[in-house]
């Protein structure tokens, strides 16, 4: 993939080719899976239109191949290319040609990267002037550059230094060893008449030792007297007794020697080449590989060693000092030797293969464990040596002829006689593309879902496509053939390390039967059976006691990984399930690498690192378990067995306390090394003991499992004389909630995600991919940050949460205080009815004239602007009335509900300290008594000096900041808290309502909530802005018995109201709208309303006072999932973690608002104020400089709704 450089000195210019013609199409194609690759991917380029040729002259096999190919999705025909390359901005960029792909250890390297390292390397060498290619040295693929000198250079060239730093510069970027370096002078490298480098000419003057160097250097084998080869093999075969029989001086040498040469047969390198100064990890050694070292230490020389001594030693000699320190001490309790046991007609079982016996026999028809897999083979195959390979190693492993059998309810594993074996074989030939893809896809897909039957055998099957034959020489018009060999195994009797161990038998065994020569397989000394023999014995022995104790500390209370779903999980698993491929580049997967050594970690821990946090920021725990599987090849005796010996591990991580990256690397480090360090405990059995209740519906401790793997099917599968390439196989399974595998190809991280189609759509999966990719750039970047702020997020999910889902703008006047727009409408029609209260009918002209009068009382009583004057009243007209009188004094009114308990009531009085009360004489009792700084004005009693009051509005300079009303929360949480609201944020919301509610909607509005509560403001101030009519009732649920219920259009609250209100058929037919809030709608109140009733919207609003009544809202729709909508106008909506960064599309996290309903704050609480009200990071319009923390838990769906959870 082409990505973003992380420096500058280790990148390629790459030149735009252009976009395609608009009559043709390009295309970036996987060669080996056919799939189309995303933009910035690297893959073959495909084209086709009209411009293209119809095909070769009088060569149909070659025009079958290159011109008539087909995507894996049937599109097509397209030309093939040759050219490696990639779209960025549907602009072309070639990178190079896919034939020459360098292939070394079965690992693909693009032979441009390498010379690009090479001339980055030293000045002494000329930018694109150097070929890289491999050729057989010594019986294996070695890496050849061939590489011209700068002009300057050439006659003072110091070989010895230059090509030391080639060689370390490649080693480093691309874990290779250049065998030779052959320097040539300035122009002296074979390239086309266009200047393009050639690299088979290069290779083929460098095999026929034509080229002119100036100098060479190569890595010559250091050829081993008979006496130094005996002292390798004697410190090979190196015992506990005879280290301890040494002189002194010969003990620590001895052991550096033994350990390299362990290193060398791991890595494949020879030993003289490994310094002593080198640690493990600088030579790029991966976690399972120092795992299986240390399992080699452990049990030859019987020795309690540490695993993480192996991660900590700085260089071998500390790593021998290490060893010979554990020799020295007490003796070890290494585990028994693994034996061959009496053999009986029935055997037991191993752990794991209970397990997979009972995971059978739970769900009928289980291709769940179906282990298939597909390979390409090109050439002269020969089919019956071919089957005669595969009835070889079938006799040599005795699980691969073994069924499972139950007797007095206990089962068991029955190994049978050697079969003749042959393939299942079907002929293609006869059909052409696309129809010949579909067929091939049809096989494939119908082998892998194709399930076994355990009791009768086989488990392992194979099935041979002969196909087309394919033109292996365009130039010499020769055909070769071509098959797809199909092979379909049960988890039961193979695991996925068993897959290397299968390519080398195969290999082998077909070389044998094709050139007669005698079998170089060693012997197996032992066979499966004496494995689960031996399992059984260890555990009963009490030698794994520890190991138990170690996984019971570490995993008691794991919690479920509460991944956000896009279906509810079912109550039993299916199994059911897709892949998702992806690629990480190259310059993530290097610079990660580069971060690992200097944390000193292996690569797979830095990558569970980073699954971990992906897994955190969508899930918000800190608490995060994931399933690993490890080979469990603890002896050298199972390490060439095919069998089920793979154990799993529970790696349980703590993120608690927003640790750095660097800091959550060395948590996984630890976690991995435990783990590690206690894997022959079996997994099956850490289960029983915990105790964990079973629920069928995801599996017990952890729901995802994370691999990487070290090698592919294809690496070691080389068959005599012919071509052998895998394929993709997906049987559409999943046995865990997800499964991330990644496998590591040319520095590519390719990348399989296995999930469950039960839980996931796959676009969720392709986000959730993206946010890997981008967490690994943004934790390279900047390693050092709290997790919790690494940035997951791709830009098109950016522009979605700051931009396409808060595009909420509108130019309203910002200057508007509530009572000015009613005096607006008093201007417009003061002979409209106003409000309705029972018989009683104001219009706008007495509505305003009454609160002009109050209004005038309040100022001579000494109200002014924001002085806070409390309304204690029933709910008449007067209370209205009260209401706008306080805000045309300039006041701010603060709602008391008279049924509140008397100490809430003096609380809220004196936290407001509030001079006025305005209410009923009925209502003295409850309220304080008069004093020098309280008074309570009974309208009741006021009425002549309100006659002698002016009825005009007052002039006063009211503005649109300050307070219209102070309503405290219900103080759940503790004392009520005074929300403070200003006349400005009030009318926000009025402009907004007026924008969506038409004036027909307002005509008559159901006034039925408590002015302690902020639904009020609606059903009042938007109202009375509007034209429209307050309908004032003493609660909703008295509707029906209304005198003017035929005249309500509009009703406004919760949905138990509503909902008890239309089982009681309480809902007149001249009701239009509803809009419900405070509470949970749920589908199946709206369409009930839609269905049983004139309701013609449903709305749902949302809102805390803080935000000033309403913040989102939306219309419903019948049969439609529960929503609140999208922000209103002048409202922006954030979903943030814990840590204040913004969560994916389609995580849940808290809701955070921003806008013109942001109030003040709440009243002398100063630090809950600043707690819940924070500066908005990402804004700079003052509009939206702060915004409010809701404590509610959303999330975005895919339409940009907001779904309150």
Not at 121 to 139: N, P, Q, R, T, Y
Not at 758 to 783: C, G, K, R, W, Y
Not at 1194 to 1202: A, F, K, P, Q, T
Request: charged content about 25%; hydrophobic content about 40%; some cysteine.
């Amino acid at each position: 993939k082409i990505a973003a450089p992380t420096s500058s000195d280790k990148t390629m210019r790459l030149v735009s080719n252009g976009v395609a013609p608009l009559d043709a199409k390009v295309a970036i194609v996987d060669p080996a899976t056919k799939r189309v690759l995303a933009e910035g991917q690297v893959g073959e380029i495909w084209s086709k239109g009209d411009h293209i040729a119809k095909g070769y002259w009088r060569n149909e096999a070659a025009t079958e191949e290159t011109f008539r190919a087909y995507t894996a999705d049937g599109d097509g025909p397209y030309m093939r290319t040759g050219d490696l390359g990639c779209l960025i901005d549907g602009e072309l960029y070639i990178t190079g040609r896919q034939k020459d792909v360098i292939i070394i250890r079965g690992r693909n390297h693009y032979p441009q990267d390498i010379e690009f390292t090479v001339q980055q390397s030293h000045v002494a060498l000329k930018s694109d002037a150097g070929a890289a290619f491999a050729v057989e040295i010594d019986g294996e693929e070695r890496l050849v550059v061939v590489q011209e000198v700068e002009r300057k250079y050439r006659m003072r060239l110091v070989t010895e230094v230059v090509s030391a730093a080639i060689r370390q510069a490649v080693a480093e970027n691309h874990e290779l060893q250049v065998h030779t370096i052959v320097y040539l002078k300035p122009g002296a490298i074979l390239k086309t008449s266009s200047g393009k480098i050639q690299r088979s000419a290069n290779q083929r003057a460098f095999l026929e030792d034509s080229l002119q160097p100036i100098a060479v250097s190569a890595l010559n084998a250091v050829e081993q007297g008979a006496e130094e080869k005996k002292e390798i093999e004697a410190a090979l075969d190196l015992s506990k007794a005879q280290w301890q029989s040494l002189p002194e001086a010969e003990k620590e040498p001895r052991l550096m020697l033994y350990l390299k040469a362990a290193i060398a047969s791991e890595i494949g390198e020879k030993i003289d080449r490994i310094s002593d100064d080198v640690s493990l990890m600088g030579l790029g050694i991966d976690s399972l590989q120092i795992t299986q070292l240390f399992t080699r230490l452990r049990d030859r020389f019987e020795i309690n060693l540490e695993l993480p001594a192996l991660f900590d030693a700085r260089d071998f000699r500390a790593l021998a000092s290490t060893l010979a320190d554990a020799m020295a001490g007490a003796a070890g309790s290494s585990l028994p030797p693994l034996q061959v046991v009496e053999r009986t007609e029935l055997m037991p079982m191993s752990f794991s293969q209970k397990r997979m016996w009972f995971m059978d026999k739970l769900r009928e028809n289980n291709v769940a464990y179906n282990l298939p897999f597909a390979l390409k083979i090109q050439g002269a195959l020969d089919v019956g040596a071919a089957a005669k390979a595969f009835e070889s190693m079938i006799f040599r492993h005795e699980i691969l002829r073994t069924v499972y059998v139950e007797q007095d309810g206990h089962a068991y594993q029955k190994v049978l006689p050697a079969p003749r074996w042959g393939f299942t074989a079907e002929d293609l030939t006869y059909l052409k593309e696309p129809a010949l893809g579909k067929a091939i896809q049809d096989r494939i897909d119908g082998e892998a879902r194709k399930p076994f039957n355990l009791a009768t055998g086989p488990v392992i099957r194979t099935h041979l496509l002969r196909l087309p034959d394919q033109e292996a020489d365009a130039l010499k018009g020769r055909a070769a053939e071509q098959y797809l060999l199909l092979v379909t195994m049960h988890h039961i009797a193979a695991d996925g390390f068993s897959l290397k161990v299968i390519t080398d038998e195969i290999s082998h065994a077909y070389e044998e039967q094709v050139t007669a020569e005698p079998s170089k397989l060693r012997e197996l000394t032992v066979q499966y059976a004496d494995f689960a023999h031996w399992q059984k014995e260890l555990f009963d022995s009490g030698l794994l006691n520890k190991q138990l104790d170690y996984w019971l500390a570490h995993l008691r209370g794991v919690p479920v990984l509460d991944l956000p779903l896009d279906h509810p999980r079912p109550p039993e698993q299916s199994f059911n399930g897709s892949n998702y491929y992806f690629q990480i580049p190259k310059e993530q997967v290097q610079a990660l690498k580069q971060l690992s050594r200097t944390q000193g970690v292996t690569l797979y821990m830095s990558l569970l690192t980073c699954f971990n946090v992906l897994l955190h920021q969508y899930t918000q725990s800190e608490d995060i378990c994931v399933g690993t599987p490890i080979a469990n090849r603890t002896t050298p005796e199972l390490e060439k067995l095919i069998g089920f010996f793979v154990n799993t591990l529970a790696l349980r991580t703590d993120l608690s306390g927003n640790p750095s990256f660097v800091d959550l690397m060395q948590r996984v480090r630890k976690v991995t090394q435990g783990a590690f360090a206690n894997q022959e405990m079996p997994f099956e059995r850490v289960v029983e003991h915990l105790g964990v209740s079973r629920d069928l519906s995801y599996s017990p401790v952890f729901q995802v499992m994370f691999v990487l793997q070290n090698s592919t099917i294809d690496e070691e599968f080389n068959l005599a004389g012919v071509n052998v390439e895998s394929l993709h196989t997906a049987p559409g399974t999943s046995k865990f909630d997800m499964t991330l595998e990644l496998s590591e190809e040319s520095g590519i991280l390719q990348g399989d995600l296995e999930y469950s189609t039960d839980l996931f759509e796959e676009e969720t999966i392709v986000q959730m991919m993206e946010h890997f990719q981008q967490l690994i750039q943004s934790a390279v970047e900047n390693p050092t940050q709290p997790i919790g702020g690494i940035n997951i997020l791709t830009k098109s999910d950016k522009d979605k949460l700051l931009i396409e889902y808060n595009s909420t703008d509108v130019d309203h006047p910002l200057t508007d205080c509530i009572h000015s727009l009613f005096e607006n409408q008093v201007a417009k029609d003061s002979d409209a009815v106003a409000l309705v209260d029972g018989q009683e009918r104001l219009t706008y002209g007495e509505l305003n004239e009454r609160s002009n009068r109050l209004a005038h009382h309040l100022i001579h009583l000494g109200v002014t602007r924001e002085t806070l004057v409390g309304v204690c009243m029933a709910r008449d007209a007067d209370m209205v009335v009260a209401l706008l009188a306080i805000l045309k004094s300039g006041g701010a009114y603060v709602p008391i509900d008279p049924n509140y308990p008397a100490d809430r009531v003096a609380y809220m009085l004196a936290d407001a300290s509030a001079p006025l009360v305005i209410s009923h004489s009925s209502l003295d009792g409850m309220l304080p008594p008069a004093s020098e700084n309280f008074q309570p004005v009974f309208v009741d009693r006021i009425g002549p000096q309100l006659r002698d009051c002016a009825s005009n509005n007052p002039q006063l300079d009211i503005a649109a900041d300050h307070l219209a009303y102070v309503i405290y929360t219900s103080g759940s949480t503790g004392k009520p808290k005074g929300v403070m609201i200003s006349h400005g944020n009030a009318s926000g919301l009025i402009h907004w309502a007026q924008g969506v509610f038409s004036e027909e909607d307002l005509s008559g509005v159901l006034a039925a909530t408590s002015i302690c509560f902020d639904l009020s403001v609606y059903e009042l101030f938007v109202t009375l802005s509007a034209g429209g009519k307050i309908i004032l009732a003493d609660n909703v649920l008295a509707l029906p018995t209304l005198p003017a219920k035929s005249e309500v259009v509009l009703v406004n609250t919760v949905p138990s109201a509503i909902a008890t209100l239309l089982r009681e058929n309480g809902i007149p037919d001249n009701v239009k709208v509803i809009n419900l809030a405070g509470e949970a709608l749920a589908a199946s109140l709206v369409d009930g309303l839609y269905q049983n009733t004139c309701v013609e919207r449903v709305y749902d609003l949302y809102g805390p006072s803080e935000d000033t009544t309403y913040s989102t809202f939306t219309l419903r729709e019948i049969g439609k999932a529960a929503t609140i909508g999208r922000p209103i106008d002048n409202t922006k909506a954030y979903i943030l973690n814990q840590h204040g960064a913004l969560v994916a599309p389609g995580l849940a996290g808290e809701l955070y608002l921003s806008g013109t309903g942001v109030t003040r704050g709440y009243r002398n609480r100063e630090d809950l104020t600043q707690e819940k009200y924070l500066p908005n990071p990402f804004e700079n319009d003052p509009k939206y400089a702060r915004m409010y923390r809701t404590g509610d838990l959303v999330r975005y769906m895919d339409n940009g709704n907001l779904e309150y959870l």
